[in-house]
C-alpha cells in the first residue's frame, strides 16, 4: 500500500486515519517524526502488525529508555516499519552506540515508503557519521538528505548539515571521499523515486581576492586530479562551477568565479593530462549561494567550487 497516495494532512503528514482504516489499528505517531505506519515489510499478518503498533506504543509511554528499547525491538520483531527503526535509532544514537544507530536508520531507509522518510532517516545516519568522526561522510550524507527531502527540509537537518560544513570546509577533501561524491549510485533515493546529478563542493582555497591557489588550494587539486583519473569515471566529463560570496558587486564576482573555475581547469589539466578535454569551466559569481546571511562563517561556506558529473 504505498503512502505516496495516501492523503496528507496540512502539516504534510500522511491521513492516519485513512492508512489505519486498512489494519484496523490507530495512532501509530511521536513528534518530528514523519510517520509511516503502513511501511510494514514482509509477509507480517494484520495481527501482528497490530501488536507491533501496540508494542510501540509501549515503547513511546515507556520512562525506562531501556525499555523502550526492549519494546522498540519488540514492535520491529512483530512487523518491521518505519517508526520503530527510527525511533530505535535516535535512542542508540543518544546513547552512544553508533553501530547500531546506524544500522537501525539503515533498516529504516530499507521500509521507508516515501521520499521524505527516506530523506529522514539519511539525514540522522549522516549525524551519526558526523558524531564517530568521519566528516565528509557525514556532508554526502546530509546533503543528499537536504536534496532528497521535499521542501521545507526540517531545521534539525538544516542545523546540521551547516555544522558539518563548517567543520570541513578547512579539510583537503580526499580523492576517495570526492569518488564517493560522483558516484552516481549515491545519488538515487530510495526505489529510484527521487535523484540529484551526483556533484561535491569543494572549499578549494585561493588567496585573497585573487584566482591564485594558495597552498591548501594546490593540496585539494591534487587529490580531485586523483579522484576524476579513477577507473569509473575515466570516461565522464565534468562541470566546474566557480561560486563566491555576495560581498562586492555581481559584476566583480562573476568575473572572479569564472576565473577560479578556469584556474581548476587549467591546473587539473596540467597536472593530469588524460583530463584535458573532459572539464569544462564556469562561473555563478554570488546567484547561487548556500546561505544568505552576512556573518563570516556565511560567507566562508558560500565560497566553493562546485564539480558536477556530466551524462
Known sequence: MPLNKTPLTKDGFPALAKVWERF?????????????????????SAMDCRRSAEDYERAKSA???QARIQWLQRSIEACPNFNAWYML??????????????HAFAQARAVSATPQADALALGRQGEVLAQGGQRHQALRALELADQFHPPPAPDWLAASL????????????????????LNPGDAIGKNSRFSVRPAVNLPVHFEFDRADLNASGSRQM???G???SVANLRQASFLLVGHTDKRGSRPYNQMLSERRAHTVKMELERRFPTLIGKLKATGRGETQLLYDGNDE???LLNRRVKI????
Not at 489499528?25 to 509477509?43: E, I, R
Not at 558536477?308 to 551524462?311: R, W
Open 222 to 224: 591534487l587529490e580531485l
Open 308 to 311: 558536477t558529473l556530466i551524462p
Open 162 to 181: 551547516k555544522a558539518v560544513r563548517i567543520q570541513s570546509h578547512r579539510q583537503v577533501m580526499a580523492a576517495a571521499e570526492i569518488v564517493a561524491y
Open 89 to 102: 535509532g535516535r535512542l542508540y544514537s543518544k546513547q552512544g552506540r553508533l553501530d547500531q544507530a546506524s
Open 226 to 228: 586523483r579522484a576524476l
Open 297 to 299: 562563517t556565511d560567507h
Open 24 to 44: 484496523r489499528v490507530k495512532g501509530l505517531f511521536f513528534p518530528g517524526v514523519l510517520v509511516m505506519v503502513a511501511a510494514w515489510s514482509g509477509p507480517a
Open 63 to 65: 520512562v525506562d529508555r
